[in-house]
């Protein structure tokens, strides 16, 4: 029997297509705006945590300011960061390697050809780069890691080498940094992430004399020991670095954060900007709901001889009341199907314009928001409609019959 209310159902939308279609609108076009939004946020949240995961949540990152991702402390006077802290940092018991990095924009000229990107100076003694090549996110592909001995030697990223200049870049070329020469003596593997596959490394004296440093550092990178509680080896850390920096509790000029704080911040934004970008597309489904529900409403005006022919012939009030139900919820999904393929089709644009602009955004369609998209269409079509069959279902035969068409 249900299966014959579809069938009516679908017979009495095709004798008005236009009107369907128009209904569908609405519908279709807040989908695809949520589809697109949480497809692409899911993205990039799988993108995060896919990247965290090769750091591992051992990892502890201090930089000099306020916090991550939020104001600077109106205390803040100092902007980077002394060797001298990473020498306390990497004494912290709890602590199984610290080290200091330089992180700057460099000018990089190849084959007479000028482009920007970033420049880390790192330790090149065998401990610490036996540490930075843990991290997973800088395996070499080409080439070899630093030795201690290195000096204006440099480590170009994947997209650097093959994508950039109109000449690739070979193990053994020379590229200019800042107007001083460097032999490239790697390439890393490809990551996917524009910042890693556009990154240089250099040795950190080198990155010293490039950007005038001459015992300041930006970033502070660290490893806990297996086995240690990480919370409290960032008190200590912070308790070292405020005695060291003279400053109060609450009053830091600098911060420190986990991977695993870092990646549950960055979840948290991306939540809630994602929550507040489909709550504005949902304002487009609220007025899809309410043209469905106008079309019922129409379309039990103009089928009130027919509500009436059926009621007496021994129709039950729930029968005629499922009837329209169902062609209320099959508008819904009709525009969820649409707007599922267009939000689809949508991600994937956005997918390579961020491409051009050297950023990895690669949408998530999970089995979820599939299911999800189509579930929650067919629902506002039906409980738009609800109304209009309810009106339907109450109409007396007589009443019905006497009324023109």
């Known amino acids: 029997m249900i299966g014959d209310f579809f069938i009516l159902a679908l017979k009495n939308l095709r004798r008005r297509k236009l009107r369907s279609w128009l209904t569908v609108l609405g519908i279709f076009i807040g989908i695809t705006a949520v589809v697109t939004l949480i497809s692409l946020s899911q993205g990039m949240r799988d993108s995060i945590n896919e990247q965290f995961e090769k750091i591992g949540k051992s990892r502890i990152m201090i930089v000099p300011g306020g916090a991550f991702f939020g104001p600077m402390s109106s205390s803040a006077s100092v902007d980077t960061l002394s060797e001298r802290e990473a020498e306390l940092v990497n004494k912290i018991h709890g602590i199984e390697l610290a080290s200091g990095i330089i992180s700057d924009t460099g000018v990089i000229e190849y084959k007479d050809e000028l482009e920007s990107f970033s420049v880390w100076g790192m330790h090149t003694d065998s401990e610490r780069t036996k540490y930075y090549k843990s991290i997973g996110l800088l395996d070499i592909g080409k080439g070899r890691e630093f030795k201690a001995s290195d000096n204006h030697k440099a480590i170009i990223g994947h997209k650097i080498a093959y994508e950039t200049y109109e000449e ?48 300041n550092i930006d970033v502070i990178i660290a490893k806990v020991a297996d086995g240690e509680n990480i919370d409290d080896v960032i008190d200590e850390i912070e308790k070292v670095l405020r005695k060291y920096r ?116 690669v949408p998530s369609f999970g089995f979820s928001l599939i299911l999800g998209a189509l579930l929650f269409s067919f629902l506002i079509g039906a409980m738009s409609g609800l109304l209009p069959a309810r009106q339907a279902a109450k109409l007396q035969p007589v009443d019905a019959l006497r009324k023109k068409r």
């Not at 001083?180 to 790697?186: E, H, L, M, Q, R």
């Not at 062609?327 to 707007?339: D, F, K, N, Q, Y």
Request: hydrophobic share 45%; proline share 1%.
């Open 168 to 215: 690739d870049i070979h193990v053994g070329n020379k590229i200019t940094i800042n107007g001083i020469d460097f032999n490239v003596i790697g390439i890393q593997n490809e990551i996917g992430t524009g910042m890693h596959d556009s990154l240089i490394r250099i040795p950190i004296e080198s990155a010293r004399e490039l950007f005038e440093k001459p015992n």
């Open 246 to 361: 003279d400053v109060d509790e609450g009053e830091e000029d600098f911060s420190v954060q986990s991977s695993a704080q870092t990646i549950e911040q960055l979840n948290g934004i991306l939540a809630m900007v994602q929550g507040v970008l489909v709550g504005i597309a949902a304002i487009s489904l609220l007025v899809g709901g309410i043209g469905i529900m106008n079309t019922m409403y129409t379309s039990v005006l103009e089928r009130r001889k027919e509500i009436g022919i059926i009621k007496s012939v021994g129709a039950r009030n729930s029968y005629v009341s499922l009837l329209f139900l169902i062609e209320s919820g099959m508008l819904g999904t009709v525009g969820g199907i649409i707007g599922l393929l267009l939000g689809y089709g949508f991600s994937k644009v956005a997918q390579l314009a961020a491409s051009m602009f050297d950023v990895s955004l």
